[in-house]
Nanobody
């Protein structure tokens, strides 16, 4: 089927940078929207940034001007460049992919799937 695998989280000092990556695997023909969400302790999961296959982007107000989302459609991979990090950015970051055209195996016809999530990667920003 379809799996999302994130990488790039870690511990960084305030003002520092991190780059997250998320690769979708499987027999994938297209992915409409890929993006990043985050969940801090005791808070609800929130949108960070999303990007369509055509390049449309949407960012949370709190990260505008500091974070940049990008995609490599040929690799089914989405990235999140995070600059000027502050302690309020500390959270588990989750990759999301929506409206995926994929096949279960080489003999199956393509079908649509939606709302896939990665396992999450921890980002901790120290003050």
């Amino acid at each position: 089927q379809v799996q999302l695998v994130e990488s790039g989280g870690g511990l960084v000092q305030a003002g520092g940078s991190l780059r997250l990556s998320c690769a979708a695997s499987g027999i994938i023909f297209s992915i409409n929207v890929m993006g990043w969400y985050r969940q801090a302790p005791g808070k609800q999961r929130e949108l960070v940034a999303i990007m369509s296959s055509g390049g449309y982007t949407n960012y949370a107000d709190s990260v505008k001007g500091r974070f940049t989302i990008s995609r490599d459609n040929a690799k089914n991979t989405v990235y999140l460049q995070m600059n000027s990090l502050n302690p309020e950015d500390t959270a588990v970051y989750y990759c999301n992919a929506d409206r995926i055209r994929y096949a279960s195996n080489s003999y199956s016809p393509p079908t649509w799937g939606s709302d896939y999530w990665g396992q999450g990667t921890q980002v901790t920003v120290s003050s």
